[in-house]
């Protein structure tokens, strides 16, 4: 009977290793070559785990000297607004000056689990951002030698078939099963 319930325990170990989740990061970057400029950006999530929370982080360099709200940073994600920015909003940080007009900031947004799901369903994350009306392209940037750019960074849960190879983990799960065995007949 004690070989049986040991065998059931591997069995199960292995199962839950099988479908372990882990986090995996899609990058993309967009040049600024118009004033103004906006960016899509088409980010491919395959095999996200669904029912799991998204983070997203959006870092600007632009001319973003206004503080207006006509000319603030707007981003939306599936054609949803997630509202506007500039550079002394609330929840922008690492706002950094470059020059007079130039600067650098970074807005993150967590996506729940629903808006996750409903999001990746086809596998594409569709980001657009806009910088205003306002943002320059020329603004400084060719005596400082920083071009402007918008970037997107997301962070998701993504399903993986074997986080550890079977053979590896029948090891592993064998060795500590025999330690446990040996610690309790002690």
């Known amino acids: 009977m004690k070989i049986s319930s040991s065998i059931v325990t591997v069995l199960l170990l292995l199962i839950s290793t099988t479908s372990h989740a882990f986090h995996s990061t899609v990058s993309s970057i967009a040049w600024q070559s118009v004033d103004g400029q906006d960016f899509s950006f088409m980010l491919s999530t395959p095999d996200a785990q669904i029912g799991s929370l998204s983070f997203m982080t959006i870092a600007m360099q632009a001319d973003l000297a206004s503080t207006s709200t006509a000319d603030a940073v707007s981003i939306f994600i599936e054609g949803v607004d997630y509202g506007s920015y500039s550079r002394d909003s609330a929840n922008v940080y690492g706002v950094?000056?470059?020059?007079?007009?130039?600067?650098?900031?970074?807005?993150?947004?967590?996506?729940?689990?629903?808006?996750?799901?409903?999001?990746?369903?086809?596998?594409?994350?569709?980001?657009?951002?806009?910088?205003?009306?306002?943002?320059?392209?020329?603004?400084?940037?060719?005596?400082?030698?920083?071009?402007p750019f918008t970037s997107v960074d997301f962070t998701y849960n993504r399903m993986h078939v074997a986080v550890v190879p079977v053979p590896a983990s029948l090891v592993l799960y064998a060795s500590a099963l025999l330690g446990f065995v040996i610690v309790r007949r002690r």
């Open 96 to 147: 950094t000056a470059v020059n007079d007009n130039a600067y650098t900031m970074n807005v993150d947004v967590l996506l729940m689990p629903t808006t996750t799901a409903h999001f990746l369903v086809d596998g594409v994350l569709n980001v657009n951002v806009s910088l205003g009306d306002a943002a320059y392209v020329s603004e400084g940037w060719s005596t400082w030698g920083r071009a």
